[in-house]
């Protein structure tokens, strides 16, 4: 059974910077594709980041919700099977329950219903 969990989250002022870690055990992590989506209060979860596996879709590249382009990324060290978000120049819309995700397929995706195994999450919040 694959576990994800989460950690790094905190409260930080505009501007600030944050790392979240997702470390995963129980599965052959090296071929799945890795995310992170968030969910704020009273709104649907939404997409951050991921870096894909396959090699017929982007190649292991990350790609990023157009809100975060620029201010965040993603990386995975597959030899220790941790995934984090570099967070820069944090907004207080950016605050969010964050979560990390993980999909057997190893397909691009920012739907979150691809995805099969998720985290229980951890808090960021920004003031201003």
């Known amino acids: 059974q694959v576990q994800l969990v989460e950690s790094g989250g905190g409260l930080v002022q505009a501007g600030d910077s944050l790392r979240l870690s997702c470390a995963a055990s129980g599965g052959v992590l090296i071929t799945y594709t890795m995310g992170w989506f968030r969910q704020a209060p009273g709104k649907e979860r939404e997409f951050v980041a991921a870096?894909?596996?396959?090699?017929?879709?982007?190649?292991?590249?990350?790609y990023y919700a157009d809100s975060v382009k620029g201010r965040f990324t993603i990386n995975r060290d597959t030899a220790k099977n941790i995934v984090t978000l570099q967070m820069n120049n944090l907004k207080p819309e950016d605050t969010a329950t964050y979560y990390c995700?993980?999909?057997?397929?190893?397909?691009?995706?920012?739907?979150?219903?691809?995805?099969?195994?998720w985290g229980q999450g951890t808090q960021v919040t920004v003031s201003s």
């Open positions: 995700t993980a999909d057997r397929s190893g397909r691009a995706s920012s739907d979150a219903p691809s995805y099969d195994y």
């Open positions: 870096v894909a596996w396959s090699h017929t879709w982007v190649g292991g590249r990350p």
